[in-house]
Nanobody, 112 residues
Framework: QVQLVESGGGLVQPGGSLRLSCVAS????????MNWYRQAPGKERELVAG????????KYAESVKGRFTISRDNAKNTVYLQMSSLKSEDTAVYYC?????WGQGTQVTVSS
């Protein structure tokens, strides 16, 4: 069965960085686009970034362009989200997704 397991969330100060990881299993990883979504309290879930099976193209929400980088390692069945210059408004639960499959999410809190 498909499994997506996120890790790497935590508490970080504004301006700081975090790298999220998502390890996938149960499907042929290098055939699928992988996405990162986030959901802040009281807000709808939004697409943050996506990456195609062979690394390009990638796509980003306007709010994170230039600050976040999505990447993948097909040999490790893993997708990453490198987040830099974090802002308080980046606080959310971050989810890895493939099609209609979702991970359990990892909390990112940006606060001083």
């Amino acid at each position: 069965q498909v499994q997506l397991v996120e890790s790497g969330g935590g508490l970080v100060q504004p301006g700081g960085s975090l790298r999220l990881s998502c390890v996938a299993s149960g499907f042929i990883f290098n055939r699928y686009t992988m996405n990162w979504y986030r959901q802040a309290p009281g807000k709808e879930r939004e697409l943050v970034a996506g990456i195609s099976p062979l690394f390009t193209p990638t796509k980003y929400a306007e709010s994170v362009k230039g600050r976040f980088t999505i990447s993948r390692d097909n040999a490790k069945n893993t997708v990453y989200l490198q987040m830099s210059s974090l802002k308080s408004e980046d606080t959310a639960v971050y989810y890895c997704a493939m099609g209609t499959y979702w991970g359990q999410g990892t909390q990112v809190t940006v606060s001083s």
